[in-house]
């Protein structure tokens, strides 16, 4: 057991458990944050992604310990922001959603990516979301969806 | 009990080990997976475990007139925009990692991991890469190649933490990656071949090439490269046979669930061509 | 109000999917819930001897055949699907018995020190003992085969195909009273599993409810599947009178539940002396697994669809499920339609290619028309229109073009299918086995709700009925309801499978609104039900295969153009074009996103999706092996509709889940036979296969 503070959707706080547990367990269990899902639990769906400092990472391959002292967002706290409304709204004009277990990782994937480069060609959002499966859409409505928010949020990135 | 300790120093960390050895994670998209247990359950490590991912000192990238010197925890994202790493392996992690893995995967992972599939190694043989490896009292720089002995094995002792990847400034004319995998993105290697070569008013001064996941460790064989080396560029591609036939007895692949060994035999034979030929089409550039 | 109803709208449940809020099954948390694990086979056949439990903690309970209340199968078709193994294990992965416990920590302790003792014996997995076998002919194909001026045959191989839905199976259920047991999971048919737990538990159809969960993609693998696990749950919340979650880990899942049918077909066509195909014989062999399961039907669907989109006078179809001591195989998204579309549109190809003649205009001669024989001697009976769709594609993807630029450019190829897929269940499925049921109850504020056991799994099953409701009340979308459906309130409309979820369940909805609006009266509560009923034109006779095997049929082009490595043998797609007939789309972005998804799985069935078996092992049982694509992998998709309206479907629409899944492994087969100028005849066409065809200089 050990003590591990982080900041959590823009809240300090701290917990105290065994630190080798996968960040996904201790945000899904501890924090009723069920938005992050478990799709293979090997780093290679990216069901689970959240944010850590901004960048999008797998919650399922991250021991808890590794983020003692710094910062994770999670899609119930992106959720609250003016990014994820221009997001949420191209998503849902695109048709880039199906059955949505995909798609908390794959919106936080699109923030990471636009957070480093706000205006991305088709070809840089296919990389850019490269490590997030989504098995119903074939990608081309995300793809249509991620270049459409950063048109119309031009200046939030 | 498994102990657990997220060091704040590296002198904490490395005198923590002189007591006890640790399981190490860095960023941890290898270690998590490999002693992962069912869903909700903690890892089975089965030793002490050391979380370095945050150290400081292990952060950051720079540079002498010899060699970059990457700090091992230095995350492969940071590489991949930075400067001073060579465009090569720049274009291997982007391969290597998807993005959801980049911000926390590091080169020093795919080092301790061993993989004879681990893609950054391949370039890393190509540049005769070094690594330091630190314990309380000493320190100590060896080849890449020395440090991986096997599949999955290296020779870091239970008191060392890996903290530099030296590698030393390469002049090149060029150089030519394939990663073949089972698609185009987020894939495990079934080869990747890596080569790099210097060209002097249309004589071949330098060639090198490495391939992964041909054999238990990275293949690269310089006696190999000096068969044509000092070679005129016009004929070079008379060489390709002879090439392929040298290079035939250390690619010894296997079959697994990702592909079969006469087909990874088979493109490792083609890429050589094709890097042969890929030089000869670049050097005939106006 | 009076808008086109193919104008989209966003789907009525993204936004709370996209910011984390749906609930999917392993969501849901019951306080004082147990979980359970499964305790399998480790073998692919043998002889149960004795099965040596450690002593368990108090609390923790082993759940196996001999707490089965009814019959040890979970209800399908056939009495032979165990629940629980019982003397003899039939493939690895077996489930042998629910360890049930609040810990999961002490689950797994127990269950590594389980001792099986099972006997092996010599496990079968060649086509050697067939289970179902079935056979129909068209015309008179005897004579014309006799006759012949050619026999011409080839053989078509395909592999696995692994749903890979992103979420794993999964149930949670708990004890409502000492006998009624309540299972929310992730599933496509609510009453697939209530009838299979009812008739489990061998208690009365009350006892059991069912309700779905957020469901995070099905594909057909959770048709019939999460049957198999609902029995095993609903019989330890029985026993245990706990609630009890059960939630399957992504390699326990693609080790464990159904795929893709492997098969081998061969198809015969004889060729009179003007180079035309008089008759084709075909026989198919579908590797079924341990368990038949729906391969039968799998097997039906398949024949049905031998000649596809062609018309051909003479048939002599035959084909057989053929047992394997390997994971049972059941339904995926075409439902047995893939594998013989592959076999038949590269057949047609190779036969024009072997009789000196161009395949793309050879192919169109055979083009079913309006008027023509099915393949079970029914009638097409609407109006085809696939000359306009494949003259819209080729213009789209400038496929002349392309053809003929790549028969001098190494490495380029482009490849083109036509197709069709039968609209709901085969045959008189819909009245004699389904029936299906809907209920619209308004309330008196004049809300509507959608009764219905339809499951909307990513599909948007839930925007395009309330659509059609709101479209034929002529009220606002918010004034219409559907939430997921529970046994205990919404009647049997049938599973959401086949292609049948817009065309059949929406088509009752549309009627039952028709009823209500003239039944209307504001503030007053109503309810109304409508029930199936065949048209009396449709005759099928399902022990010869002749009749009209579906009341309607969707359509589809789909062009595929790739790049081949000659260094690597790898595979680019470049690019997809795709025209489809689905009558008319309910909502044109969710049809696209069908026609998107739908290709991508299709395609990646016929060049980069393997799956394997070493005795009856699956090599591939991680989402690191089991290779999907990424976006990536998937190039730009161009998707044109053309209404075509169905009179019967609702506002004219037709299938449109499984028709553009068909298409996508011949258009890519094509195409990488083009590019490597070697004839493609097993898929997935991965490199390794590749390599073989371009150094094998006997081709």
Same mark, same amino acid.
């Given at each position: 057991?050990?003590?591990?503070?982080?900041?959590?959707?823009?809240?300090?706080?701290?917990?105290?458990?065994?630190?080798?547990?996968?960040?996904?367990?201790?945000?899904?269990?501890?924090?009723?944050?069920?938005?992050?899902?478990?799709?293979?639990?090997?780093?290679?769906?990216?069901?689970?992604? +959240?944010?850590?400092?901004?960048?999008?990472?797998?919650?399922?391959?991250?021991?808890?310990?590794?983020?003692?002292?710094?910062?994770?967002?999670?899609?119930?706290?992106?959720?609250?922001?003016?990014?994820?409304?221009?997001?949420?709204?191209?998503?849902?004009?695109?048709?880039?959603?199906?059955?949505?277990?995909?798609?908390?990782?794959?919106?936080?994937?699109?923030?990471?990516?636009?957070?480093?480069?706000?205006?991305?060609?088709?070809?840089?959002?296919?990389?850019?979301?490269?490590?997030?499966?989504?098995?119903?859409?074939?990608?081309?409505?995300?793809?249509?969806?991620?270049?459409?928010?950063?048109?119309?949020?031009?200046?939030?990135? | 009990?498994?102990?657990?300790?997220?060091?704040?120093?590296?002198?904490?960390?490395?005198?923590?080990?002189?007591?006890?050895?640790?399981? +190490?994670?860095?960023?941890?998209?290898?270690?998590?997976?490999?002693?992962?247990?069912?869903?909700?359950?903690?890892?089975?490590?089965?030793?002490?475990?050391?979380?370095?991912?945050?150290?400081?000192?292990?952060?950051?990238?720079?540079?002498?007139?010899?060699?970059?010197?990457?700090?091992?925890?230095?995350?492969?994202?940071?590489?991949?925009?930075?400067?001073?790493?060579?465009?090569?392996?720049?274009?291997?992690?982007?391969?290597?990692?998807?993005?959801?893995?980049?911000?926390?995967?590091?080169?020093?992972?795919?080092?301790?991991?061993?993989?004879?599939?681990?893609?950054?190694?391949?370039?890393?043989?190509?540049?005769?890469?070094?690594?330091?490896?630190?314990?309380?009292?000493?320190?100590?720089?060896?080849?890449?190649?020395?440090?991986?002995?096997?599949?999955?094995?290296?020779?870091?002792?239970?008191?060392?933490?890996?903290?530099?990847?030296?590698?030393?400034?390469?002049?090149?004319?060029?150089?030519?990656?394939?990663?073949?995998?089972?698609?185009?993105?987020?894939?495990?290697?079934?080869?990747?071949?890596?080569?790099?070569?210097?060209?002097?008013?249309?004589?071949?001064?330098?060639?090198?090439?490495?391939?992964?996941?041909?054999?238990?460790?990275?293949?690269?064989?310089?006696?190999?490269?000096?068969?044509?080396?000092?070679?005129?560029?016009?004929?070079?591609?008379?060489?390709?046979?002879?090439?392929?036939?040298?290079?035939?007895?250390?690619?010894?692949?296997? =079959?697994?669930?990702?592909?079969?060994?006469? #087909?990874?035999?088979?493109?490792?034979?083609?890429?050589?061509?094709?890097?042969?030929?890929?030089?000869?089409?670049?050097?005939?550039?106006? | 109000?009076?808008?086109?109803?193919?104008?989209?709208?966003?789907?009525?449940?993204?936004?709370?999917?996209?910011?984390?809020?749906?609930?999917?099954?392993?969501?849901?948390?019951?306080?004082?819930?147990?979980?359970?694990?499964?305790?399998?086979?480790?073998?692919?056949?043998? +002889?149960?001897?004795?099965?040596?439990?450690?002593?368990?903690?108090?609390? #923790?309970?082993?759940?196996?055949?001999?707490?089965?209340?009814?019959?040890?199968?979970?209800?399908?078709?056939?009495? =032979?699907?165990?629940?629980?193994?019982?003397?003899?294990?039939?493939?690895?992965?077996?489930?042998?018995?629910?360890?049930?416990?609040?810990?999961?920590?002490?689950?797994?302790?127990?269950?590594?020190?389980?001792?099986?003792?099972?006997?092996?014996?010599?496990?079968?997995?060649?086509?050697?003992?067939?289970?179902?076998?079935?056979?129909?002919?068209?015309?008179?194909?005897?004579?014309?085969?006799?006759?012949?001026?050619?026999?011409?045959?080839?053989?078509?191989?395909?592999?696995?195909?692994?749903?890979?839905?992103?979420?794993?199976?999964?149930?949670?259920?708990?004890?409502?009273?000492?006998?009624?047991?309540?299972?929310?999971?992730?599933?496509?048919?609510?009453?697939?599993?209530?009838?299979?737990?009812?008739?489990?538990?061998?208690?009365?159809?009350?006892?059991?409810?069912?309700?779905?969960?957020?469901?995070?993609?099905?594909?057909?693998?959770?048709?019939?599947?999460?049957?198999?696990?609902?029995?095993?749950?609903? +019989?330890?919340?029985?026993?245990?009178?706990?609630?009890?979650?059960?939630?399957?880990?992504?390699?326990?899942?693609?080790?464990?539940?159904?795929?893709?049918?492997?098969?081998?077909?061969?198809?015969?066509?004889?060729?009179?002396?003007?180079?035309?195909?008089?008759?084709?014989?075909?026989?198919?062999?579908?590797?079924?697994?341990?368990?038949?399961?729906?391969?039968?039907?799998?097997?039906?669907?398949?024949?049905?669809?031998?000649?596809?989109?062609?018309?051909?006078?003479?048939?002599?179809?035959?084909?057989?499920?053929?047992?394997?001591?390997?994971?049972?195989?059941?339904?995926?998204?075409?439902?047995?339609?893939?594998?013989?579309?592959?076999?038949?549109?590269?057949?047609?190809?190779?036969?024009?290619?072997?009789?000196?003649?161009?395949?793309?205009?050879?192919?169109?001669?055979?083009?079913?028309?309006?008027?023509?024989?099915?393949?079970?001697?029914?009638?097409?009976?609407?109006?085809?229109?696939?000359?306009?769709?494949?003259?819209?594609?080729?213009?789209?993807?400038?496929?002349?073009?392309?053809?003929?630029? #790549?028969?001098?450019?190494?490495?380029?190829?482009?490849?083109?299918?036509?197709?069709?897929?039968?609209?709901?269940?085969?045959?008189?499925?819909?009245?004699?086995?389904?029936?299906?049921?809907?209920?619209?109850?308004?309330?008196?504020?004049?809300?509507?709700?959608?009764?219905?056991?339809?499951?909307?799994?990513?599909?948007?099953?839930?925007?395009?009925?309330?659509?059609?409701?709101?479209?034929?009340?002529?009220?606002?979308?918010?004034?219409?309801?559907?939430?997921?459906?529970?046994?205990?309130?919404?009647?049997?409309?049938?599973?959401?499978?086949?292609?049948?979820?817009?065309?059949?369940?929406?088509?009752?909805?549309?009627?039952?609104?028709?009823?209500?609006?003239?039944?209307?009266?504001?503030?007053?509560?109503?309810?109304?039900?409508?029930?199936?009923?065949?048209?009396?034109?449709?005759?099928?006779?399902?022990?010869?295969?002749?009749?009209?095997?579906?009341?309607?049929?969707?359509?589809?082009?789909?062009?595929?153009?790739?790049?081949?490595?000659?260094?690597?043998?790898?595979?680019?797609?470049?690019?997809?074009?795709?025209? #489809?007939?689905?009558?008319?789309?309910?909502?044109?972005?969710?049809?696209?996103?069908?026609?998107?998804?739908?290709?991508?799985?299709?395609?990646?069935?016929?060049?980069?999706?393997?799956?394997?078996?070493?005795?009856?092992?699956?090599?591939?049982?991680?989402?690191?092996?089991?290779?999907?694509?990424?976006?990536?992998?998937?190039?730009?998709?161009?998707?044109?509709?053309?209404?075509?309206?169905?009179?019967?479907?609702?506002?004219?629409?037709?299938?449109?889940?499984?028709?553009?899944?068909?298409?996508?492994?011949?258009?890519?087969?094509?195409?990488?036979?083009?590019?490597?100028?070697?004839?493609?005849?097993?898929?997935?066409?991965?490199?390794?296969?590749?390599?073989?065809?371009?150094?094998?200089? =006997?081709?």
């Amino acid at each position: 057991m050990m003590t591990i503070k982080f900041m959590l959707n823009g809240t300090e706080q701290t917990i105290k458990t065994d630190p080798s547990r996968r960040l996904l367990d201790v945000l899904r269990k501890d924090f009723n944050l069920k938005g992050s899902k478990e799709g293979c639990g090997e780093g290679e769906c990216g069901a689970c992604a +959240i944010l850590l400092d901004g960048h999008i990472t797998n919650s399922c391959c991250l021991p808890l310990a590794s983020v003692h002292k710094r910062s994770i967002m999670t899609i119930e706290g992106y959720a609250k922001t003016a990014r994820f409304d221009v997001l949420s709204n191209s998503f849902a004009e695109a048709g880039a959603v199906q059955c949505g277990i995909c798609t908390p990782g794959m919106i936080l994937a699109a923030e990471s990516l636009l957070n480093q480069n706000p205006a991305p060609t088709d070809a840089q959002i296919r990389i850019g979301i490269s490590g997030n499966l989504c098995r119903c859409t074939g990608y081309n409505m995300i793809v249509k969806a991620i270049q459409s928010a950063a048109k119309r949020g031009e200046g939030l990135w | 009990m498994v102990k657990h300790l997220i060091p704040n120093t590296l002198n904490e960390a490395l005198e923590a080990l002189s007591k006890h050895p640790y399981q +190490i994670i860095g960023g941890g998209t290898d270690a998590m997976i490999q002693y992962r247990n069912h869903s909700d359950l903690s890892p089975r490590f089965k030793a002490h475990v050391m979380y370095i991912m945050n150290l400081k000192a292990l952060q950051g990238i720079s540079s002498n007139d010899a060699a970059i010197i990457i700090q091992s925890m230095t995350p492969l994202e940071t590489l991949n925009s930075h400067a001073l790493v060579p465009p090569l392996l720049r274009k291997v992690i982007l391969e290597m990692a998807s993005p959801a893995l980049r911000y926390v995967a590091t080169l020093a992972g795919n080092i301790v991991n061993a993989s004879p599939a681990g893609d950054a190694l391949v370039p890393l043989y190509l540049w005769d890469t070094e690594v330091v490896l630190q314990s309380h009292q000493n320190s100590r720089k060896i080849r890449l190649s020395e440090c991986i002995t096997g599949p999955k094995k290296t020779g870091i002792r239970a008191d060392e933490l890996l903290t530099q990847i030296i590698i030393p400034k390469h002049d090149e004319s060029g150089h030519y990656y394939q990663k073949v995998g089972g698609r185009r993105a987020d894939a495990i290697a079934k080869i990747s071949f890596a080569g790099t070569y210097k060209i002097n008013n249309n004589t071949l001064t330098d060639i090198r090439m490495a391939f992964g996941a041909v054999s238990a460790t990275i293949v690269r064989q310089r006696d190999i490269e000096n068969m044509i080396i000092g070679l005129n560029i016009n004929d070079l591609s008379t060489k390709i046979e002879q090439l392929q036939a040298a290079y035939a007895p250390y690619i010894q692949p296997i =079959d697994d669930q990702r592909s079969n060994r006469v #087909y990874r035999k088979q493109v490792a034979l083609n890429l050589i061509a094709d890097f042969i030929n890929h030089i000869i089409k670049e050097a005939s550039r106006p | 109000m009076h808008k086109d109803i193919s104008q989209s709208i966003h789907k009525l449940d993204a936004h709370a999917r996209m910011q984390g809020k749906a609930q999917y099954v392993g969501d849901i948390d019951i306080k004082g819930m147990l979980h359970a694990i499964t305790l399998r086979s480790p073998i692919a056949k043998g +002889i149960i001897k004795a099965i040596h439990y450690p002593p368990l903690p108090s609390g #923790y309970t082993i759940i196996d055949y001999r707490d089965i209340p009814g019959k040890n199968f979970v209800k399908m078709i056939f009495e =032979d699907w165990k629940i629980f193994a019982e003397d003899t294990v039939e493939h690895i992965g077996e489930p042998i018995a629910l360890i049930v416990g609040e810990d999961k920590r002490v689950l797994y302790d127990i269950h590594d020190k389980i001792i099986c003792d099972i006997q092996p014996l010599e496990p079968l997995f060649s086509y050697q003992k067939s289970v179902i076998d079935y056979q129909f002919t068209k015309g008179n194909p005897d004579p014309v085969f006799k006759q012949a001026k050619k026999i011409i045959k080839e053989t078509y191989e395909t592999g696995y195909q692994e749903q890979a839905y992103i979420e794993p199976q999964g149930f949670i259920g708990y004890p409502e009273t000492a006998e009624k047991v309540t299972l929310i999971g992730s599933v496509q048919c609510l009453y697939y599993v209530k009838n299979a737990v009812v008739s489990a538990l061998d208690t009365h159809p009350d006892n059991v409810r069912v309700i779905q969960a957020a469901v995070g993609g099905a594909f057909g693998g959770k048709e019939e599947y999460p049957s198999l696990i609902a029995c095993q749950l609903a +019989i330890a919340i029985r026993k245990t009178q706990k609630p009890i979650k059960l939630i399957f880990e992504r390699e326990e899942d693609m080790s464990v539940t159904t795929k893709r049918h492997p098969s081998k077909t061969t198809m015969e066509a004889a060729i009179d002396a003007d180079n035309n195909i008089v008759g084709i014989r075909a026989k198919v062999a579908l590797d079924g697994g341990a368990y038949i399961g729906l391969s039968g039907v799998v097997l039906s669907r398949a024949l049905i669809a031998v000649t596809n989109a062609y018309t051909i006078k003479h048939l002599a179809v035959s084909g057989d499920v053929f047992k394997t001591n390997t994971v049972p195989n059941g339904a995926f998204r075409g439902f047995g339609a893939p594998q013989m579309i592959f076999a038949i549109e590269m057949f047609m190809h190779h036969l024009a290619k072997q009789l000196n003649q161009d395949p793309y205009s050879f192919r169109m001669q055979y083009l079913a028309k309006q008027g023509d024989q099915t393949s079970t001697s029914g009638l097409f009976r609407d109006p085809i229109i696939m000359p306009k769709m494949i003259q819209k594609a080729t213009e789209m993807a400038q496929f002349h073009d392309k053809v003929k630029a #790549y028969k001098t450019m190494p490495n380029r190829g482009i490849g083109m299918s036509y197709f069709l897929h039968g609209c709901g269940f085969t045959g008189s499925g819909e009245s004699t086995h389904i029936n299906a049921q809907v209920k619209l109850r308004k309330d008196d504020h004049d809300h509507v709700y959608i009764l219905v056991a339809a499951v909307d799994m990513g599909q948007g099953a839930k925007t395009t009925l309330i659509k059609i409701v709101s479209h034929t009340l002529e009220i606002p979308i918010e004034q219409v309801h559907f939430d997921y459906p529970d046994t205990d309130d919404v009647p049997d409309s049938g599973p959401t499978v086949a292609s049948r979820t817009a065309m059949i369940v929406g088509g009752l909805v549309n009627q039952a609104a028709l009823e209500m609006k003239s039944l209307w009266q504001s503030k007053t509560p109503l309810e109304v039900i409508k029930r199936y009923k065949q048209p009396e034109w449709i005759v099928w006779d399902e022990k010869t295969f002749q009749g009209d095997a579906y009341p309607a049929y969707s359509w589809g082009v789909n062009i595929v153009e790739v790049e081949v490595s000659p260094i690597t043998y790898q595979v680019n797609i470049i690019g997809i074009w795709s025209v #489809y007939d689905v009558g008319k789309a309910l909502d044109e972005t969710i049809v696209l996103g069908q026609a998107d998804g739908g290709t991508a799985q299709g395609v990646a069935y016929g060049y980069l999706e393997v799956m394997v078996h070493e005795q009856g092992q699956l090599k591939q049982k991680n989402m690191t092996d089991y290779i999907i694509p990424t976006a990536v992998d998937m190039a730009p998709t161009q998707t044109h509709l053309y209404d075509n309206p169905f009179a019967l479907g609702p506002y004219g629409a037709k299938g449109a889940g499984e028709l553009t899944l068909v298409g996508g492994a011949p258009a890519v087969a094509m195409a990488i036979e083009m590019a490597i100028k070697k004839p493609i005849k097993k898929i997935p066409a991965t490199p390794e296969y590749i390599m073989e065809l371009m150094h094998d200089d =006997d081709h």
